[in-house]
């Protein structure tokens, strides 16, 4: 079992930056590859980027250069840097990470971009 928290949601006008984190507790030793996804009102939940365990990362189109993951494997934490954002980006996002045969969600933390 992996346990995922995810920090550092908030309000921020366009342009402004956050920075989330996601703490990993349990089996972490299984974990492979973790992710960051969003989910805004009335849409599906969307992939924002991932990193796997060595550090090879893949972003959607809508954030490549503006956010940036990260991960610190010796506190088993990943990092979503977002930079000039945008009232798009507004949605819960989600911590994910997969053991190979299982994907663990965080309960999501809230990020609104007003205009």
């Known amino acids: 079992q992996v346990q995922l928290v995810e920090s550092g949601g908030g309000m921020v006008q366009a342009g402004g930056s956050l920075r989330l984190s996601c703490a990993c507790s349990?089996?972490?030793?299984?974990?492979?590859?973790m992710g960051w996804y969003r989910q805004a009102p009335g849409k599906q939940r969307e992939l924002v980027a991932t990193?796997?365990?060595?550090?090879?990362?893949n972003y959607s189109d809508s954030v490549k250069g503006r956010f940036t993951i990260s991960r610190d494997n010796a506190r088993n934490t990943v990092y979503l840097q977002m930079n000039s954002l945008k009232p798009e980006d507004t949605a819960v996002y989600h911590c994910?990470?997969?053991?190979?045969?299982?994907?663990?969600w965080g309960q999501g933390t809230q990020v609104t971009v007003s205009s």
């Open positions: 990193i796997t365990s060595t550090a090879r990362t």
């Open positions: 994910s990470a997969t053991t190979g045969i299982y994907m663990y």
């Open positions: 349990g089996t972490v030793s299984r974990i492979n590859s």
